[in-house]
């Protein structure tokens, strides 16, 4: 077996890891498939323009998706739906991938958009050294929406965490 195809099934386990975690809120899982130095990028949504650098960062960003979305009533089954990534290596230790996902709730389609990945290999394991998660569409009923005016009203009265 090559090592470029033993490398795509690690890849593909690593953005499946990531849904599975996403999706049942195991924050310090997901925080395990970033590099120590890891960066998260949100482009477009109720996060848009916010950079979280490290682990420790990583975590407090997600704990506090968790957090608003039980703020403003979400709850019951979240699904994440991911395409298979297009992949290029630039090394042995190297690559980057472009998916495409699409957020489910009970009620149907929630968002929707691409991640841009940077990733590399650490060890035996592939790891994202940075992630781009951009929402290019919501649905009218979207927790973005209610999110994203939850953060509004947090700055506006100097409650942002």
């Known amino acids: 077996m090559s090592e470029s195809h033993t490398a795509d099934g690690d890849i593909r386990r690593l953005h499946a890891g990531y849904v599975f975690f996403a999706d049942r809120a195991r924050i310090d899982d997901l925080v395990g498939l970033f590099t120590p130095d890891g960066v998260y990028r949100n482009v477009g949504g109720a996060y848009d323009g916010l950079v979280h650098s490290g682990a420790p960062a990583i975590r407090k960003y997600l704990a506090s998706v968790v957090t608003d979305l039980g703020a403003v009533g979400v709850t019951g089954t979240h699904r994440h739906h991911v395409s298979p990534a297009y992949v290029e290596f630039s090394g042995a230790r190297e690559a980057r991938a472009e998916s495409y996902f699409l957020a489910l709730r009970a009620s149907g389609p929630d968002h929707w958009g691409v991640y841009r990945d940077r990733l590399v290999r650490l060890g035996d394991h592939w790891r994202f050294a940075e992630r781009v998660c951009r929402i290019e569409g919501t649905s009218a009923d979207s927790w ?11 700055a506006s009265t100097g409650a942002m965490r």
């Open 144 to 154: 973005q929406h209610e999110v994203g005016e939850l953060r509004r009203v947090r």
